[in-house]
């Protein structure tokens, strides 16, 4: 069962999302929220298995694009690491405003260090997990190190990011360097459950190592064997949305 729907960012931008839920006969335990990854969507394959197989746990996922991507409004160069949060506390306020609050916060790569993020502040949020994420928000300037060079007199140059272009700002680099996710990782205090491939080439396996280290107990690792980074194998997005189901079942 799955439901169209938007709401609003902290600014008025409508953003658009998917309420995913159990089917007939399966009781909602509790309501996740899914980020997903970098110049990505709520499309993407591996969120929407995950958010399957946590259905099949009892679980309600609301996955949602971020500003300026899918089918939400606003402007992507527009936007940065600090919006993308905003984003997320918006999705979360929204689904309490619907009496549905949300107690897990999945992310995937530049999404889960959005959620690390924004977890400490959201009080309703009791557990969170990770899939590929980043150590610090800057690594995504790999991506665009060579082309974002060519910032023009209005702050922004165009890069290609998987063979699609898109617009950046000098603004939105120069917010990346600004946060310390390590230091609101050791504040986080919840159940964490860190998934990561060691072959990732995306995101080095030394970033998950970063997070379990800072993050207190209880925390978990789950390797990822030979998973790549946007975890494009049904079977390997099958074995994140059930290890985490099950996981949920005990720290929600």
């Known amino acids: 069962m799955t439901q169209a729907l938007t709401f609003p960012a902290h600014d008025g931008t409508a953003l658009a999302g998917r309420l995913d839920l159990p089917g007939d006969g399966v009781e909602v335990r509790a309501y996740a929220v899914f980020a997903h990854c970098f110049t990505c969507s709520k499309t993407l394959h591996v969120v929407r298995r995950v958010a399957s197989a946590l259905n099949e746990h009892g679980i ?24 993308n949060t905003a984003d997320l506390r918006s999705a979360v306020d929204y689904m309490e405003a619907k009496e549905r609050p949300v107690g897990l916060l999945v992310g995937h790569s530049l999404g889960g260090a959005a959620v690390l993020n924004a977890a400490v502040d959201l009080p309703t949020v009791r557990a969170v997990a990770t899939i590929g994420a980043p150590a610090d928000p800057a690594h995504v300037k790999h991506l665009f190190r060579d082309e974002g060079r060519g910032f023009g007199e209005d702050g922004r140059a165009e890069v290609s990011i998987g063979g699609r272009p898109f617009v950046i700002s000098r603004e939105f680099v120069e917010e990346l360097e600004g946060h310390r996710l390590e230091e609101r990782v050791g504040r986080l205090r919840r159940p964490l459950m860190v998934f990561h491939s060691p072959t990732d080439a995306t995101v080095g396996i030394e970033n998950a190592e ?15 064997d030979k998973a790549d980074h946007l975890v494009t194998r049904a079977e390997d997005a099958a074995y994140i949305g059930h290890i985490l189901g099950a996981w949920a079942r005990f720290v929600l």
């Open 60 to 83: 309600g996922v609301l996955r949602f694009d971020f500003t300026g991507l899918g089918e939400s409004e606003g402007e992507f160069a527009a936007s940065h690491f600090t919006r």
């Open 210 to 224: 970063r997070i379990f280290r800072a993050a207190k107990h209880p925390k978990s690792f789950v390797s990822l």
